[in-house]
T-cell receptor
Framework: AQSVTQPDIHITVSEGASLELRCNYSYGATPYLFWYVQSPGQGLQLLLKYFSGDTLVQGIKGFEAEFKRSQSSFNLRKPSVHWSDAAEYFCAVVANDYKLSFGAGTTVTVRA | DAGVIQSPRHEVTEMGQEVTLRCKPI?????LFWYRQTMMRGLELLIYFNNNVPIDDSGMPEDRFSAKMPNASFSTLKIQPSEPRDSAVYFCASSPRQGEGYTFGSGTRLTVV
């Protein structure tokens, strides 16, 4: 079965600094990969997704992610974070079926 | 596009009572999912419908949980009887087709006391 690992439970970053959130997946073939963001008390919003093609994917809110098959990774990045980026971020995968399996999430705190 | 609509946003009920959560998926989306989010277990898939038919309910925790999708625009998740350990945020999501990105509703925060 496929699985998703987000190694970092919590990351603190200064406003204006760059951010990178790690995601590793376990699956034999190339799955569909997603990043979602959840603000406190809110639902999950899709930031970006990768199905195939260009391995660098652009998303909303200035986020991007890069698929690296050799490392089974799909890390999320943002060059300069804003205070409004404080939230919980989930990496997710759909493999050969319909199930969207989520990682445990990474909480991002932005300090002034 | 109003997105996925869930009701109620918050529900507080006493143990033993029946609880019904409601979801209206995005029009034209063929797949509908119910997820539960807790601190201990994270996001768990409870049940998946495709074209209104339940395909996989292996994530439904117990017989106390049931879900229906009588038509393409409405689904319910029912817990009877409810227990304190059912307290969680329940999300509904829909997707235009299998494997596509899912759109989530705002969730229902259920508290069973």
């Amino acid at each position: 079965a496929q699985s998703v690992t987000q190694p970092d439970i919590h990351i603190t970053v200064s406003e204006g600094a760059s951010l990178e959130l790690r995601c590793n997946y376990s699956y034999g073939a190339t799955p569909y990969l997603f990043w979602y963001v959840q603000s406190p008390g809110q639902g999950l919003q899709l930031l970006l997704k990768y199905f195939s093609g260009d391995t660098l994917v652009q998303g909303i809110k200035g986020f991007e992610a890069e698929f690296k098959r050799s490392q089974s990774s799909f890390n999320l990045r943002k060059p300069s974070v804003h205070w409004s980026d404080a939230a919980e971020y989930f990496c997710a995968v759909v493999a050969n079926d319909y199930k969207l399996s989520f990682g445990a999430g990474t909480t991002v705190t932005v300090r002034a | 596009d109003a997105g996925v609509i869930q009701s109620p946003r918050h529900e507080v009920t006493e143990m033993g009572q029946e609880v019904t959560l409601r979801c209206k998926p995005i029009s034209g989306h063929n797949s509908l999912f119910w997820y539960r989010q807790t601190m201990m277990r994270g996001l768990e898939l409870l049940i998946y419908f495709n074209n209104n038919v339940p395909i996989d309910d292996s994530g439904m925790p117990e017989d106390r949980f049931s879900a229906k999708m009588p038509n393409a625009s409405f689904s319910t998740l029912k817990i009877q009887p409810s227990e304190p350990r059912d307290s969680a945020v329940y999300f509904c999501a829909s997707s235009p087709r299998q494997g596509e990105g899912y759109t989530f509703g705002s969730g229902t925060r259920l508290t069973v006391v």
